[in-house]
């Protein structure tokens, strides 16, 4: 398994998918089948190559002999003849919330894995509906949701009482800017969990906290402290932390983005993308009734694991 992606300076939510998938790929590894890590470091086989200079390899299709099942966990190695999972079409259907450089590398590597890779591997119907729609796939596509990591631990005694949480890393494409002005009309506190990523996004304002990059024990924390989980995202692939935050008994206000609807299953409070109102509207009404949907996500959430996610991307590869 390519782990390369545990090396990058901002792992983001296809990091822990990553790291998590490696795990449960351990865990659930078929009779004679036996898991290893490449990576250019932190990894059971090095490859002692320049990251970038390997990155150029791969678009190429130029990458050392790995052997005959390769799983390639994010579009950065679009290797011929391996099992690629791509999480999102974001660079088709939202390329404003990207670099233009950003959108051009993504729609090469992920148009060269649609024709050359043994597999695809996509988290939600929804995305596997755009994938089809906007690039020519000759290989078989494969819906594998994620799993959920079930986070637990104390509510932290240094913020506040009641919050809204945000969980991801700080860019155009999430909506976090929409989110510090609905918490504002609303006089309610913010949170955000991520690190700074591209495009400038300013978060600071006097109600909000940033906290960026934490551990899982504090994100834990964080989670079991908060009123209510918003994902405002223009674009997601999945959505991860809606997820966690329905497996730790937390409500979520989502946006109606197809994969977030899709994964939320109607356990949380949709609102439109990019609306400010409605944004505003949909958690007000959790704050005033913040019990209303925490059963249905609790139950919602059991329904992913890690395991489940494992034995589908085996089934790839057996």
Known sequence: MLTEQLNAPVPGGTGRYTAELLKALKETAPAGWTVTTVATANADRVIRVPRRALVALWERGLPP????????????????????????????????????????????VIEKAALQARALVVPTQAVAGQLRDRVRVEVPVHVVPNGVTRL?????????????????????????DLLVRATERLKARLVVIGPQGWGGVDLRAPHVTLLGKVSDERLA??????????????????????????????PVVHSDDPALVEVAGGAGTVVRRGD???LTEGLRAVLMDPHHTIEAGVTRATEFTWEKTARGVWETHT
């Not at 631990?153 to 976090?176: C, H, N, Q, S």
């Not at 079991?224 to 991860?240: K, Q």
């Open 152 to 176: 637990e631990g104390p509510k932290p005694d240094d913020l506040p009482e009641r919050y809204v949480l945000a969980i991801g890393t700080i860019e155009p494409r999430k909506g976090f």
């Open 276 to 278: 400010l109102t409605s």
């Open 65 to 108: 002999k790995l052997g005959p099942h390769v799983h390639a966990p994010t579009p950065l190695a679009p290797l011929p003849g391996a099992v690629v999972t791509v999480h999102d079409v974001v660079p088709w259907t939202h390329p404003e919330t990207l670099t233009p450089r950003g959108v051009a590398w993504h729609r090469k």
């Open 221 to 250: 924390s964080v989670l079991a402290g908060a009123t209510v989980l918003a994902a405002p995202s223009l674009a997601e692939g999945f959505g991860l932390p809606v997820l966690e935050a329905m497996a730790a008994g937390v």
